[in-house]
């Protein structure tokens, strides 16, 4: 399994980003796909998922600003995130596993997903 995440960058607050997950090497359709995201000396933090069936799911940070989606003939997972703020600044992370009907519960928990990314960082000024 590879998760490979792209689109990260520096914006101004406001502003927008789209940040892509190119998942291979599994049965995509099977899988939870979140993005997390990390800052310094803080626990990663859920911000968005689609489950195996496309429900998206927001944390309340993300709630109206940012929208997961998922493109099965490529196998991507894109996040656009609209009006940024520069609490919205960190590393994002995309994370797969599948939770079965476990998922609206556990898809916020980073210790639940085997797969993930490495990463790419996101700064709002």
């Given amino acids: 399994v590879q998760l490979v995440e ?6 101004q607050a406001g ?22 995201r990390q800052v310094p000396g803080k626990e990663r933090e859920a911000v968005a998922a689609i489950d195996s069936d496309g429900t998206p799911t927001y944390a309340d940070s993300a709630k109206g600003r940012f929208t997961i989606s998922e493109d099965t003939m490529k196998n991507t997972v894109p996040l656009q995130m609209n009006s940024l703020k520069p609490l919205d600044r960190g590393i994002y992370y995309c994370a797969a ?29």
């Fill in 97 to 125: 596993e599948d939770l079965g009907s476990r998922w609206p519960e556990a898809w916020k928990y980073a210790s639940r997903y085997r797969y993930w990314g490495q990463g790419t960082q996101v700064t709002v000024s």
């Fill in 15 to 36: 502003g927008s980003l789209r940040l892509s997950c190119d998942a291979s090497g599994y049965k995509y359709r099977g899988y939870c796909m979140t993005w997390f």
């Fill in 6 to 11: 792209s689109g990260g960058g520096s914006v």
